[in-house]
T-cell receptor, first 115, second 108 residues
């Protein structure tokens, strides 16, 4: 099993553009969460999806959106990019969100640079 | 609101010395706490969780509700322990709140 896979690994965008990041969870995992990690900070929760429905949303503007597909993969979209959106975007998958002590498995992340 | 505080951004210890990485939390409910580790050029991975009360790679962490702390400890540090360590609190449906992390360097 390759674990959680994210694509692309790196990308550079210009201010005002839109970007789509992709995540494939571990086989059998139905929950996907997205985190933003700015340099020098810990990961910050953006979204969680379970069974194709949004289960949680962090304190991020509406420019951020996501969805989950029937095969449980997920996309994170960011519109009208700002310089401050430059960060490492992490995807994490888990079996079920409400199971106590459930472990989240992280991908390698997508490094987004906005210029 | 939940908050996780790791007061030390950097921590250096000599090989064989004890190490303690501090974590304090603020949460109104019953907390689930975790330690995640990121070794150089590797992905973030779970080290241990308070519910399991386990020792992983010689590390232990005890939840102290009175002091709202979940410090990570190891009696004898090894060079391979050098990494970035994040304390995290699980809130609601598997949403993790992370601290800012502590970079541990074990000096040979």
């Amino acid at each position: 099993d390759a674990g959680v896979t994210q694509s692309p690994t790196h990308l550079i965008k210009t201010r005002g553009q839109q970007v789509t990041l992709r995540c494939s969870p571990i086989s059998g995992h139905k929950s996907v969460s997205w985190y933003q990690q700015v340099l020098g900070q810990g990961p910050q929760f953006i979204f969680q999806y379970y069974e194709k429905e949004e289960r949680g949303r962090g304190n991020f503007p509406d420019r951020f959106s996501a969805r989950q597909f029937p095969n449980y993969s997920s996309e994170l979209n960011v519109n009208a990019l700002l310089l401050g959106d430059s960060a490492l975007y992490l995807c994490a998958s888990s079996l079920e969100p409400d199971r106590i002590n459930t472990e989240a498995f992280f991908g390698q992340g997508t490094r987004l640079t906005v210029v | 609101a939940q908050r996780v505080t790791q007061p030390e951004k950097l921590l250096s210890v000599f090989k064989g010395a004890p190490v303690e990485l501090k974590c304090n939390y603020s949460y109104s409910g019953s907390p689930e706490l975790f330690w995640y580790v990121q070794y150089s050029r590797q992905r973030l991975q779970l080290l241990l969780r308070h519910i399991s009360r386990e020792s992983i790679k010689g590390f232990t962490a005890d939840l102290n509700k009175g002091e709202t702390s979940f410090h990570l400890k190891k009696p004898f540090a090894q060079e391979e322990d050098s990494a970035m360590y994040y304390c995290a609190l699980r809130s609601g449906a598997n949403n993790l709140f992370f601290g800012t992390g502590t970079r541990l360097t074990v000096i040979p």
